[in-house]
């Protein structure tokens, strides 16, 4: 299983397909997803084309301009996307766009990230997969996913959890780990 977290960046998790925690980190956020030599350059790590840019609150912030919202200069991306959040629910076909435009760039990264990992399963949260939003990142990846990489749907299968588990999963999730014994 793959877990990708879009949050404030990109977190990842990875565990292996006999159930294991691989003994590498699986930093996700830094990967290429996108090889333009004009891709945005990620402020942390100076690398260009990276998950972070193209799968968070980033990925939101960078793309309403393009889809024609005005966003105060100094509004903060949380609030952006809070913003794109409440314009998808009140249906204004602008927050689709940028949710369809987050959903091409998982499909094809979807695609690249299982030359890498040997995944059945890619569970998909965090707080830019919240509200309708979500469920059309995840239609546009598969449809990506069907139309170009007709082989991935029959081997992996996108899941979400409910919308607090969204938000709040990997929170949970490390909080639960168990304490590994001192050796």
Not at 158 to 175: V, W
């Amino acid at each position: 299983m793959l877990g990708l977290a879009l949050g404030t960046s990109t977190a990842g998790g990875y565990v292996t397909p006999d159930g294991h925690i691989t003994s590498w980190l699986n930093e996700l956020a830094f990967v290429p997803v996108d090889f333009n030599p004009a891709a945005p350059v990620d402020e942390w790590s100076q690398d260009a084309g990276t998950g972070a840019k193209y799968f968070s609150q980033q990925a939101v912030g960078r793309l309403t301009a393009v889809a024609g919202f005005e966003m105060p200069p100094n509004l903060g991306l949380p609030d952006v996307l809070k913003r794109v959040q409440d314009a998808m629910a009140a249906g204004d076909y602008r927050a689709r766009k940028i949710y369809e435009t987050i959903g091409a760039y998982l499909g094809y990264t979807i695609a690249h990230l299982a030359d890498f990992y040997e995944f059945r399963h890619l569970l998909i949260l965090g707080r830019v997969t919240s509200g309708a939003g979500g469920s059309v990142i995840l239609d546009v990846a598969q449809a990506v996913l069907v139309a170009e990489f007709p082989e991935l749907p029959r081997r992996i299968a996108l899941h979400t959890p409910d919308e607090k588990e969204k938000r709040h999963g990997q929170a949970i999730a490390a909080a639960s780990l168990p304490a590994l014994p001192s050796a």
